[in-house]
């Protein structure tokens, strides 16, 4: 594939072929800890899925894509689960950075950045109701939670960076 700018979209969609890896653990997970309407609004693997369709890759080769089969620990119990989603959804408000700085650069697809900006201008209010749901989980769990954020970030460092 060309170089676009500085990034291929070979290489783009390899970094996000390892998004998609943990997000495919992780997501189907939260079934049991969080209400329906809630999850189903958070998730990004069908957004992923799409910008690699975007990139050039076909559905045979997503469905090949390694998982991190290590992503269960970030749902195995609520304040695990609610650490990750501290740490997931927060991605996004970075994610919304990145976009914004990749639409003024060189190298800007016409699709396939659904994942780093899932939320448009709803970001702000999907982050506080993020933190409504933290912070309705007890005052004892907070460590729990802060230890599930912690794991999460530690898991995420291993797989985007080692596979």
């Given at each position: 594939m060309p170089k676009l700018g500085c990034v291929s979209t070979r290489e783009s969609a390899s970094r996000l072929c390892l998004h998609d890896g943990s997000h495919?653990?992780?997501?189907?997970?939260?079934?049991?800890?969080?209400?329906?309407?809630?999850?189903?609004?958070?998730?990004?693997?069908?957004?992923?899925?799409?910008?690699?369709?975007?990139?050039?890759?076909?559905?045979?080769?997503?469905?090949?894509?390694?998982?991190?089969?290590?992503?269960?620990?970030?749902?195995?119990?609520?304040?695990?689960?609610?650490?990750?989603l501290y740490v997931m959804e927060g991605s996004t408000l970075g994610g919304k950075m990145i976009s914004s700085h990749l639409q003024g650069t060189a190298w800007c697809p016409q699709a396939g950045l659904r994942y780093f900006n899932p939320y448009g201008k709803e970001t702000g209010r999907r982050w506080s109701e993020t933190l409504r749901c933290l912070s309705e989980a007890p005052a004892s769990a907070s460590s729990a939670?802060?230890?599930?954020?912690?794991?999460?970030?530690g898991l995420l460092q291993v797989w985007l960076t080692e596979v």
């Open positions: 495919a653990v992780w997501e189907p997970g939260l079934t049991v800890w969080l209400a329906p309407d809630f999850r189903v609004q958070r998730c990004k693997l069908p957004l992923l899925r799409r910008d690699l369709l975007d990139l050039g890759m076909d559905s045979a080769a997503i469905d090949a894509l390694p998982v991190c089969r290590n992503a269960t620990a970030l749902y195995s119990t609520r304040a695990a689960a609610l650490g990750a939670i802060l230890l599930g954020a912690q794991q999460t970030f």
